[in-house]
């Protein structure tokens, strides 16, 4: 489904009181109760662990659950609409910020915006519906499963899902290249 029609399908089903805002709930009991931020989707009280970028040349965010964010992906071109500089001044800024969270952390793959990752690697990071700070490991675990739901075996006659996978084998291989290129260097 294309994002507007994704958008219009949500303005619809938005009469209550909590849709627009961030919705928060505890989970958990007594003083282990925390707060965690429910998703987005109208209706789905999972935890919004996912964020995804409400328009392509907006920083703000929905914040929606695994089930969620991939089916709001799914019509979704993270550069749709940006020029190349637009584009790279987007992975710039968001590369800073990501390599403050990722130089508090421990990740062992190459952290974006410091240079090791390229274009490419950044739109395949897309694809496979994760951040840019995502491990290696995220990237073959989100491509296994990618991969496996759209496969021609499993989806027959579906011709969005055999470009699913095409692009979602695609962007495997840019990221298993450059992976590859890192560990012989
Ligand atoms: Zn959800």
């Not at 109208?42 to 409400?54: E, I, L, M, Q, T």
């Not at 392509?56 to 089930?67: A, D, I, L, V």
């Not at 550069?79 to 001044?89: D, K």
């Amino acid at each position: 489904m294309p994002p507007a029609a994704y958008h219009h399908s949500m303005a619809r089903s938005s009469r209550t009181l909590d849709w627009g805002f961030p919705r928060w709930r505890g989970y958990g009991t007594d003083r282990a109760a925390v707060e965690v931020r429910l998703c987005d989707r109208h209706g789905c009280s999972a935890p919004g662990d996912r964020p995804a970028p409400k328009s392509p040349n907006s920083p703000e965010r929905w914040y929606f659950c695994e089930t969620h964010a991939a089916e709001y992906n799914r019509g979704w071109n993270y550069f749709e609409g940006l020029s190349a500089e637009e584009a790279a001044q987007r992975e710039a800024a968001e590369g800073r910020t990501a390599s403050a969270y990722a130089s508090a952390s421990h990740y062992g793959w190459g952290a974006p915006g410091d240079g090791t990752r390229s274009r490419d690697e950044m739109r395949a990071l897309a694809v496979l519906e994760l951040e840019s700070d995502a491990t290696f490991e995220d990237a073959r675990g989100a491509w296994r499963r990618l991969a496996k739901a759209n496969h021609p075996d499993i989806k027959p006659d579906d011709a969005a899902a055999a470009d699913r996978f095409r692009d979602v084998q695609a962007a495997w291989d840019v990221l298993r290249t450059a992976e590859e290129r890192r560990a012989a260097a």
